[in-house]
């Protein structure tokens, strides 16, 4: 069993909003991240909140998942990561952890990153474009349930992607779209201009 699990619990200070509501088309940014992993081969998709937990969880109720609420999300990402960890169910071998802030994430490129656990060998699986890592992340719960419960503060699943670089298989994709988020007014006007050939379902 592989499940998604989408951090979407920030405030985005930079932002002075929460950005993960921020309308993209006719729907939250949110729900394109949501809609694409439970499209996809993932076996089943968590949403972790924090600031604003009612909103954002009812910005996707209209998708098969579960909303997660994570009490410590001030505590930074790696609380995040741990709450979702915590509700996995236990048949569950691989987890992929989404942003909600990257709505340009496919479920095309999603499945691709599954097929290349399965066939490459490797426990860690990143996208990447000229060189550059990029999101959605796979870990192989088996080599990495353990490092990643002991994760602290904001930085997410980085450090174990910086210590353990050997056991990383990267997927080549043809495009950017795996580096870009939303941290800034000028990235969301950028975002708004590339989205719409995603369409809004």
């Not at 410590?72 to 236990?90: C, E, I, K, V």
């Not at 719960?141 to 602290?152: E, N, V």
Request: proline residues 5%.
């Amino acid at each position: 069993m592989i499940t998604g699990i989408i951090l979407a619990a920030g405030t985005a200070c930079r932002m002075g909003k929460i950005k993960q509501l921020m309308p993209l088309g006719t729907r939250p940014m949110l729900w394109h991240v949501a809609a694409a992993a439970c499209k996809s081969q993932l076996d089943e998709v968590l949403v972790i909140t924090g600031s604003a937990e009612e909103l954002v969880a009812a910005a996707v109720n209209d998708l098969p998942l579960r909303v997660i609420h994570n009490p410590d999300w001030q505590q930074g990402q790696s609380s995040s990561l741990r709450a979702g960890l915590l509700s996995l169910r236990p048949t569950t071998g691989a987890v992929m952890f989404l942003l909600a802030d990257q709505p340009l994430v496919t479920s095309e490129l999603i499945d691709m990153l599954i097929g290349e656990w399965r066939s490459s060998g490797k426990t860690i699986i990143c996208p990447c474009y000229e060189a550059k890592r990029g999101n959605p992340v796979l870990f192989d719960l088996a080599a990495w349930r353990a490092d990643l419960h002991q994760l602290d503060g904001d930085q997410g699943a980085r450090q174990l992607l910086a210590a353990h670089p050997e056991s990383i298989g990267y997927l080549p994709v043809a495009t950017d779209e795996i580096l870009l988020d939303v941290d800034t007014i000028e990235d969301y006007a950028k975002m708004q201009q590339r989205f719409p050939k995603f369409g809004n379902e």
